[in-house]
């Protein structure tokens, strides 16, 4: 075949184009870091970034839901630990006035007291976290043991005031912690504090006590030692079962930070660039197109020349 002055010309346009194409992208892989830029650069690697970015979105999502989930829980926990305390206090006060020795005045004094604990978990009954109440299971914005007035007393908590007489809410409130994995992290009143009209529960016994204390019955105030210390075993036990969902959360969040970092590894493999072998074809790309525009100096002019002749 014979070779033409323009057949010369054009290969060399080409080649010269070519060169600035093959630069540019290698220039673009410098600046980015990523060997994928366009869905052009890799149709099949494209499919798989969008996955794997995908995947790591959601991964980090149940991260910070595992996180969220330890926070309340915890926090759920302390709640239990103060409402555990107010107990222990009324059964050595219990303790205190089940001894016959005691005045009228000192029992009444002591029933001072446990009115004042009643009241403390009252309060610890109907408490929030961000503002959502803890212990009324899916009605979080309904405060489990409303009271009409700031302080009350057991023996003026009548009817549905009565916190010995309400049935809290008992759905869960669950948390994505997985594709398919869900947590609770919601407690129910009458699963902690006994169940509504149950004579066991602490709201009831504090009220019994109270009233016991005041009245000077001793022998009635040490009988109900025995159901203070059952009413603290069912606590711990419902707290020891938060303390399970906790450490859940928590493992939960570390397998999704595992797997976040495999995915971020596996992206980075798929879409990012070898800087080193990059920089190295980008040098060897300006050296051959510095040399495809220096041929093309020389034989173009050659081709114009011809063509005027």
Partial sequence: MRVTQG??????LFDIQNNYQQLSNLQNE???GKKINTPSDDPIGVQAVMQYQNETAFDAQYQQNATNAQAQLNYTSTTMTEAQSVLSNARDLAVEGSNSTETTSDMQAI???VGQLYNQMVTIGNTQYNGQYI????DTAQAPYPTQAENITPDKATGSLDPSQVSTNTGQVLVNLGNGVTLPVSASGNDFFGQAGSSSNAFSLLGQLYS???SGDTSKVGDLISGIDSALDT???VQANV???TDRAQLMGTRM??????????LSNVQDADMATVLTQLSSAMAVQQASLEVGAQALPQSLLSYLK
């Avoid at 057949?7 to 060399?12: A, F, H, N, R, Y």
């Avoid at 212990?135 to 899916?138: I, L, M, R, S, V």
């Avoid at 930070?257 to 596996?266: D, G, K, W």
């Fill in 7 to 12: 057949m010369l010309s054009s290969q060399v």
């Fill in 30 to 32: 410098s600046a980015t």
């Fill in 111 to 113: 029933a001072a007291e």
């Fill in 135 to 138: 212990f009324n299971g899916q």
């Fill in 212 to 214: 016991a204390l005041n």
């Fill in 235 to 237: 606590m711990n036990q």
């Fill in 243 to 245: 303390g399970s969902l």
């Fill in 257 to 266: 930070s595992n797997l976040s970092t495999n995915l971020t590894q596996q």
